[in-house]
């Protein structure tokens, strides 16, 4: 009977051990946050001026996209000139496009605020005031003069300007009181996501990506109306927070913003894609690229292109493939090989 006795214990013993071993397999990678920021760009030059010349970001690299990658995975024809440029501080890259195919229209042009897609990327700036003045007489436009508040959600003082770069790409500038440098700029602070529902971008973070959720509440009414471009509505605004391991540096915090009021894709609209100038997808870098395919593919996510080979100078030959995420948005998922 005692031996019975254990051996049953051993086997519900081995059984909880596989069934652990099969919940800890099935947990999603946990990625290390957004690696590359994709930005088409009509013409590269210019892109360089506004992020060099006022942003101070330096060119890391510069190469050649062959067509055949170009057309698997971004869907456009023809060879694609790039630069890749960064901060001091963040690892997380801006790497712009220009196509061989020109674009006739921005990302953004004809959309809301509230419509579903990558808003802008943040920086902490220096003398907010002297970088208005600086872009305004450079021929940059904003969606408003530098603006205080003191946030809700951390007590802070700061002020805040929304840029219009080349192509249309928001630039948000960001002063926060009781931190100070001596560059015009120190780091990007996040990336913005609008979506439908927090709900649908937790499910893509957290689901697809392993990301932590660790910021979510709503915004004070009238708050930062003026910077998002709806004050004088009464549209509310819910925010989060995603971060991943940090594993590859110090990644760009994202930020998502769930609007009251509804609105529509501007990738599935065809605002938001590689033809158009502007922001359109996020790269993260991944272990194991058919292990993520395979959670999206489970969870709806579509592919955009093909899977194929490219090479990024500074980041090397990558395994890649563009998901529609969460409303339709365009991620870059990529494997170093």
């Known amino acids: 009977m005692k031996l019975l006795k254990r ?25 290390s946050g957004i690696d590359m920021i994709l930005i088409s760009a009509s013409d590269l030059e210019d892109s360089l001026n506004f992020f060099v010349n006022h942003m101070e970001l330096n060119v890391v690299a510069r190469g050649t996209l062959d067509a055949q990658a170009c057309k698997a995975i971004y869907g456009m024809e023809g060879e694609a000139q790039y630069a890749v440029v960064m901060n001091n ?8 496009i220009e196509f061989a195919q020109k674009p006739t229209k921005t990302t953004r042009d004809g959309y809301h605020a509230w419509d579903y897609g990558y808003f802008d990327v943040a920086w902490r700036c220096n003398d907010i005031d002297a970088i208005y003045e600086e872009l305004t007489a450079d021929g940059y436009s904003f969606e408003c003069e530098p603006f205080s508040y003191t946030t809700s ?72 109306d003026r910077v998002l471009g709806i004050e004088g509505t009464d549209i509310t605004v819910r925010m989060g927070y995603f971060q991943g391991t940090g594993e590859n540096g110090k990644s760009t915090l994202i930020e998502i913003l769930d609007y009251s009021e509804d609105g529509v894709s501007m990738t599935e609209t065809g605002g938001s894609v590689p033809s158009n100038g502007g922001m359109f997808a996020h790269a993260f870098e991944t272990k194991d690229l058919d292990a993520l395919l395979a959670r999206c593919a ?31 948005t365009l991620y870059q998922f990529y494997q170093v090989k």
């Open 153 to 224: 959600w951390s007590g802070n003082a700061v002020a805040e300007c929304v840029a219009y770069g080349p192509d249309g790409v928001p630039t948000t500038m960001i002063l926060k009181t009781n931190q100070e440098f001596d560059t015009k700029f120190y780091n990007m602070v996040d990336a913005v996501l609008v979506v439908d529902s927090m709900e649908s971008a937790v499910d893509f973070y957290t689901g697809v990506m392993g990301m932590d959720l660790i910021y979510d509440e709503p915004v004070e009414k009238g708050l930062v």
């Open 89 to 96: 501080v963040n690892c997380t890259k801006l790497v712009f």
């Open 298 to 328: 489970e969870k709806g996510y579509e592919t955009y292109g093909e899977r194929a080979t490219m090479t990024l100078e500074t980041v090397g030959t990558i395994d890649t493939v563009i998901v529609k995420g969460v409303n339709g």
């Open 7 to 31: 051996l049953g214990l051993l086997t519900l013993c081995l059984m909880l051990g596989i069934c652990g071993a099969a919940a800890e397999e099935a947990a999603p990678e946990k990625l």
